[in-house]
């Protein structure tokens, strides 16, 4: 029994249907809208928020935003 070589267009229909496969059964891509930054991840992993404390001169508190 010989290995028998593929012709061009025999190759070519065996790549064609991988990546048709691959096109099929890939996950979808997330949304732009739905991804988050890589600075606003980091700012939810360390809890940072928009508003903070500061204290006064006299020793009372106030928020910023």
């Known amino acids: ?3 028998k070589i593929a012709s061009g267009d025999e ?3 065996v790549s064609a249907a991988i990546q048709r496969f ?3 059964t890939a996950a979808p891509v997330a ?3 739905q991804r ?3 600075w ?3 700012a939810l992993v ?3 928020s928009a508003k903070g404390t500061v204290q006064d ?3 009372g508190s106030r928020w910023l935003s």
């Open 1 to 3: 029994m010989g290995v």
């Open 11 to 13: 190759a070519a229909a």
């Open 22 to 24: 691959v096109a099929e």
């Open 31 to 33: 949304a732009e809208a």
């Open 36 to 38: 988050v930054s890589p």
């Open 40 to 42: 606003q991840r980091a």
């Open 46 to 48: 360390e809890g940072v």
């Open 57 to 59: 001169l006299q020793g």
